[in-house]
């Protein structure tokens, strides 16, 4: 690494400090990469908002994503990998070495890692960015324990909907998980799960087209899909888990995405 008022150089600047940035981060430091991890708005990315992963290789009894978030970056510095609370906010892949800006300073690396994952998707409906923290929530971990009693809803129906609606049922009176289809997008065993819970409930073909309230959230209008019935169900929370947005909106121009927005590769 070396610095001048501008910038510092780096072999090897990672970008994202998810699962996938810090496993980088391991490997490149044990390989004397010297890399800096710009973490971005959030240490750990997605999994550190996760409540239990079970299915992590090497943690028979589960462990909290917080956790193994602590666990990746305490492996990836012992080896010295050095991680920066910053935000890359312009690239140049163009010339060489590739120029970084973030929100503080700059950089220049020889290579560059993205690892910058994906963002909650939004429904997108009226309420729900007025809503957000007074009842819409995206991170059941984050919010859960304010809705101790109540009813609440999970919209989607994939494995992210019904392990967060799992989870929220130790806060909540009851938790009616809406999906705008018959079937279920996630895997069986979640759905068994899901299914035999006491606390669970199911509105299938059924979509959220407004989310309700004075200053918090009190109801929502629902939509069953086949009748075209629309009608206001009363629920004090509306947590949403209906899939990602990559965020890689800062490479447009600098490097080849799919339809999607996704990074396209080689081999
Ligand atoms: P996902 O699999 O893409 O599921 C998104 C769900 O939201 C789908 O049921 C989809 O409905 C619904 N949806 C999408 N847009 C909608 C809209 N505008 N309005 C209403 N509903 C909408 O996303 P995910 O559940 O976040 O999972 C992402 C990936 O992570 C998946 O590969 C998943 O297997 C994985 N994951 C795994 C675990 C685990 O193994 N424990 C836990 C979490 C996530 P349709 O079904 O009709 O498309």
Redesign the pocket.
Known sequence: MSKTSESTHTPLLILGAGPAGLAAALYAARADLEPIVLTGPALGGQVSITYIV??YPGFPEGVEGPDLVKRFQEQAEKFGAQLVLDTAVAVDFQQRPFRVQTTKTAYTADAVIVATGATA?Q?EIPGEDEFIGTGVSYCATCDGHFFKGMDIMV???????L?EALFLTRYANTVTIV???DQ????RL?QKRARNHPKIRFLLET?VTEILGDDIVEAVRLQHLPSGEIREHPTAGVFI????HPNTDLFEGQLALDERGYIVTDK
């Open positions: 079970e299915n998707k429904l919209v989607g129906g994939g494995d992210s909907a392990e999906h705008r289809r279920l997008r996630a895997g979640l979509v888990f209906i899939g990602y």
